[in-house]
């Protein structure tokens, strides 16, 4: 097989637009993903069954499946009905697929903070909600980091599977230069590189938070 | 100041407290002892609604507590301070932060007269030179003493101690009871649940024993523990003392 190393740097700025395109999709599922996450991490937690119930559906439902599946059943499925465009369906559906697990690592985060945080608040004169945002939410932000950013880096490569909804992304990109300079390896390599820098950037941003978050004030 | 009348609670099916009658007269130094699980502990959570119970009753300052008015029972929480084996310092806050937490986002009190405020119970409990220092920087007869600081900075009218040392190293235990000592000697009203015998005898004025989640025998600290009458009481003395 040959491997042409200078194939690597002459089609290297073709894939910048494409490179652009996944911070897009990436970013953008990310933040509703947050959003999502939040909010359903509350009605997931809450005694009222009016919230609880449909957050653990949705947890139910959204983890169950595939991402793929997702994009598709969005993007195709219902395609009648919405008729979004590619690009809106796929920050779409990562954002409600990555708001799921976001749930859910908010969700762990709050409930490990041990139970005497909220009885001292509480016994201070503080409303629940009062206790959550001042006490709970500052403490369990800070133990969801690991996992969110861990998350995150999970959504920039779930990211490539938008490829399959005709998202021009950095792996369909790839793929369709290969298929018409016939060298995938080199093709495919530029695009790891690509990943490999977003997740090393990620990776750092996320250590560097936790250092800053490790100084003041550790448990 | 407080009076608790035929307090009953369950966890489940366990009966835990079985008719409580209790009075703390203002300026009164009450101890409650008795063996693990008599729910000593239980009745102290009841007084400030941090446990939820079935029936009876609870006045705190004239008023009945309402337990379904979550206003009325935030309200008493302002006056009754509370102190957790525990601790449960905020980590994520300074000493100094820890103490002003409540006054400025309960009474809504100014940040310089929080402030004010939460110096001069961090020097009544011999800790001004750690308010910038964060709970898990000190030790653990430093944090419960940082903890009493935040109880009264809220300026409380009564203090709930639910076993204040019994998570301290021994050599950790004296400066905490010291701190007590001082505050009763000052006129506050306390309700304590302790181990700690020598405190009841010496600062008492009343001691409670429990068993089994009634009241077994009151009185002064002469006649609990020079004269119990009642047998439980003698056997649990036996067996402490």
Not at chain 2, 88 to 102: C, D, K, R, S, Y
């Amino acid at each position: 097989m040959d491997y042409n190393v200078s194939v690597l740097i002459e089609y290297f700025p073709y894939f910048i637009p494409a490179a652009w395109k996944t911070i897009e999709v990436t970013a953008l599922g990310i933040l509703l993903g947050m959003v999502l996450g939040l909010l359903t991490a509350f009605s997931r937690l809450s005694k009222n069954p009016l919230f609880n119930v449909p957050a653990r559906l949705y947890i139910f439902m959204i983890r169950g499946t595939p991402l793929l599946l997702q994009l598709l059943f969005l993007y195709f499925g219902l395609r009648s009905i919405l008729n979004l465009e590619a690009i809106t369906s796929a920050v779409i559906a990562l954002g409600i697929h990555n708001g799921a697990y976001i749930a859910e690592i908010f969700r762990g985060a709050i409930q490990s903070i041990a139970v005497g945080q909220m009885e001292a608040a509480r016994s201070l004169g503080m409303t629940y909600r009062k206790a959550m945002i001042r006490i709970i939410l500052p403490q369990a932000f800070k133990r969801a980091i690991p996992p969110l950013g861990n998350q995150f880096i999970i959504a920039l490569k779930d990211s490539s599977l938008a490829s399959a909804i005709t998202i021009k992304e950095l792996l369909l990109k790839a793929q369709q230069l290969a298929s018409s300079n016939y060298y995938m390896m080199e093709m495919l390599t530029i695009a790891a590189i690509f990943y490999l820098f977003y997740t090393s950037i990620f990776t750092w941003l996320f250590h560097k938070i936790e250092e800053k978050l490790a100084v003041s004030g550790s448990r | 100041m407080i009076k608790v009348r035929e307090l009953e609670k369950w966890f489940g099916k366990l009966h835990v407290l079985k008719g409580i009658d209790l009075d703390v007269n203002p300026s009164e130094v009450v101890v409650i002892i008795g063996a693990s699980g008599s729910g000593k502990s239980t009745l102290l959570r009841c007084i400030n609604f941090l446990e939820k119970f079935k029936k009876g009753t609870v006045e705190i300052d004239g008023k009945v507590i309402d337990k379904n008015n979550e206003k009325m029972k935030n309200e008493m929480r302002t006056h009754v301070g509370m102190v957790f084996q525990h601790f449960n310092l905020f980590p994520h806050m300074t000493v100094l932060q820890n103490v002003i937490e409540g006054p400025t986002q309960v009474k809504k009190i100014s940040k310089a007269k929080a402030v004010e405020i939460g110096k001069y119970y961090l020097e009544k409990v011999g800790l001004s030179d750690k308010e910038a220092a964060y709970p898990s920087m000190l030790s653990g007869g430093q944090k419960q003493r940082v903890a009493i600081a935040r109880a009264l900075g809220m300026e409380p009218s009564v203090m709930l101690f639910d076993e204040p040392t019994s998570a301290l190293d021994p050599e950790l235990v004296g400066e905490v009871l010291s701190v007590m000592k001082d505050l009763a000697g000052e006129g506050m009203t306390m309700v304590v649940v302790t181990h700690e015998m020598g405190f009841a005898r010496e600062v008492a004025d009343r001691v409670i024993y429990m068993d089994d989640g009634l009241i077994v025998e009151e009185g002064t600290p002469e006649e609990i523990f020079n004269n119990p009458k009642v047998e439980r009481t003698q056997e649990f003395l036996s067996q402490i003392l």
